[in-house]
């Protein structure tokens, strides 16, 4: 068993070494390029834009064809403006759960080297005789669950690599290269709110709805069209009022969900922030201790270990904050962190 699980950590180590690292901004840039999904809706409003060329410059084309071919443009513009945004979110969540794998093994190597001391320490302390057998058994069962844990963290990358790969339509192992930047972003939620119907597919579909309904009221309203024809217009016109209204409603709620939590995720990283100088100033403190002989070697050793997990709590709390941004992002169809902008994905 033993042997077998050196092997899968020798493969491991071996995909690491072969991996190639990518920033954010990398695994975007690839996305944009080469996603599936987009490739997809780029055909379809390609082809959308096509049929209204063609509607455009045939004088016998109706009005109401040709409304609808120009709302089809339309729509299927803002859905890939939308799908962008999705596409994204999605390499930003699978970035992330590559980065903090990868964290994460060095916090449990850390651990691990802290708990092989602490059973060294168990070891001499039964052989000074003071300390007990069961002490021993203790230490050797906490280090084989160490040793366990990052086994496990380590056969996660190469699943959260390949997941990496296929939002970004990568081929090969792919590497998170660097953390996030902590950012500080202002969210003005009266202007993520206001047109929302000319940026979220659903209350944008909603919109022209009402918008066609109102051409066939006015197209059925003469002498020459029967009056059911026109109450049924009128009637379909309401109906699509109140799904224009509860569409835009339910925008609005899910808009200001994301930002509420990307208020709470932000409040988050200022309070990692305090806990990581917190712990940054005990361990100055111990190695000052340390070297002046106060406190043995072990006592420095897990001052070390509460500030690495420090460091990884904050980087965590700063990922969350990145995923809340990118929710208002797809909530508000504004990309709010400014990534798709500089790599020209708005365009």
Known sequence: MKKLLTISLAFVSI??????????????????????????????LANAQADLVVKEADPTTLIVPLTQARNTAVLNAVQLEAQKLSVFSNVLTAYINLFEAQENINVLETQLALDIRNLEVAKAKLAARNGTALDVSKAESTVSSSKQSLADAKAQIPVLSNRLELVTGA????????????????LDA????????????????????????????????????????????????????????????????????????????KERVGISAKDLENAKSNLEQDQAR????????????????????????????IDSYWRALASVSTSSGVDVLGLLTKLGGDK
């Open 171 to 186: 081929t090969g192992d792919l590497q998170a290269a660097e953390a996030l930047a902590k950012v500080d972003i202002k």
């Open 15 to 44: 995909a690491l070494a072969a991996a190639t690292p990518l920033n954010l901004e990398g695994v975007t840039k690839l996305a944009l390029e080469r996603n599936a999904d987009l490739a997809t809706s780029r055909g379809t």
């Open 290 to 317: 340390f070297k002046g002989g106060s406190i043995a070697r072990l006592t420095l050793q897990q001052t070390e270990v509460a500030y690495r997990r420090s460091q990884y709590s904050l980087a965590q709390a």
């Open 190 to 265: 009266a202007a993520l709110e206001a047109g929302l119907e000319k940026r979220i597919a659903s209350v944008l579909q909603a919109a022209q709805s009402v918008a066609l309904s109102e051409l066939n009221v006015k197209l059925a309203d003469n002498d020459y069209t029967p009056p059911n024809t026109l109450r049924d217009n009128q009637a379909q016109l309401e109906n699509s009022k109140r799904s224009l209204e509860t569409a835009r409603a339910n925008a609005v709620t899910s808009l200001r969900d994301a930002i509420r939590n990307a208020s709470n995720a």
